[in-house]
């Protein structure tokens, strides 16, 4: 029983003699794999059953918190004590920037403007019309004389509201009356009267005004108040288009001896289409 009791405890002590030899080499095995694959920055984790071995992990690292930042080359502690910590992150962090000569946008701008100040002016155009003239041609003679002169001319056409002349007549009055009245100009030897279905007299029609008033006073010397009234009818009038440039314009003393056969045309200025 007593020699039993003796190997136990033989064995006991073998058996905690190698583990004591083969524990610490297998932590430290896997601390080092651990720190193999933890990436920088990232502080290791130690288990409570780990605590007796750290002292000889971390003799000889430098501390979690210093990092490569933090090391300064031996000699310049000094000049970096005097800078800025403000100014040392913004210029860490400042993105750099490259060099741009002085006065590219300006000197870029005046030759622009200098380019610009060569170019030859642009020629202005101007528009104008002719017109209107009675008949196609009429308007058709003022293309062909300003084709002769290097001009290009288009003809239009449209409704126009024409005086036709003058009337001379005897105002609206009852049947009965303008009865009497046409029985008297007959007895006179009065000629060119006729009544209307409004009852008036007309006492002709009359392309020139000075002739309508001739027999107005004419009329007025037997007793009558006639009137004289212009007429008017829609007629189709004819128009020349012209541009030219305003350095190159035929002057107007050219437009005026070749409209002075059609007194009733003029030039007038338009926007050009």
């Not at 405890?9 to 794999?33: D, G, M």
């Not at 990092?67 to 992150?89: F, I, K, N, R, Y």
């Not at 279905?197 to 029609?205: K, T």
Request: hydrophobic fraction near 40%; include cysteine.
């Amino acid at each position: 029983m007593n020699w039993l009791l003796v190997v136990l405890v033989v064995a006991n002590l073998l058996t905690f003699l190698w583990l004591s030899l083969h524990q610490q080499p297998r932590h430290a095995t896997e601390r080092v794999q651990t720190d193999a694959v933890t990436p920088e920055g990232v502080r290791t984790i130690w288990l409570l059953g780990e605590r007796d071995s750290m002292p000889e992990m971390t003799a000889g690292m430098a501390p979690a918190e210093q990092t490569h930042e933090d090391v300064v080359a031996p000699g310049h502690e000094a000049s970096l004590a005097q800078l800025d910590p403000v100014t040392v992150t913004a210029e860490q962090d400042m993105p750099e920037q490259l060099d741009e000569a002085p006065g590219t946008d300006a000197v870029a701008l005046q030759s622009t403007d200098a380019a610009i100040a060569d170019l030859p002016p642009q020629p202005v155009d101007v528009c104008q019309t002719i017109g209107p003239f009675k008949d196609r041609t009429a308007s058709d003679s003022v293309v062909t004389w300003l084709k002769e002169r290097g001009r290009e001319g288009s003809v239009r056409s449209g409704k126009v509201n024409v005086r036709i002349g003058y009337w001379v007549y005897l105002k609206s009055m009852p049947a009965t009356e303008a009865g009497r009245i046409m029985q008297e100009l007959k007895d006179k030897g009065v000629k060119d009267y006729n009544q209307n279905a409004r009852n008036e007299i007309s006492l002709g029609i009359y392309v020139k005004q000075q002739i309508a008033i001739r027999r107005q006073k004419s009329m007025e010397a037997l007793g009558y108040t006639p009137l004289v009234k212009p007429l008017y009818r829609n007629r189709t009038r004819y128009w020349v288009d012209v541009r030219e440039t305003e350095a190159d314009m035929l002057s107007a003393e050219e437009w005026d001896l070749h409209l002075v056969n059609t007194p009733d045309s003029r030039r007038e200025s338009m926007a050009c289409p």
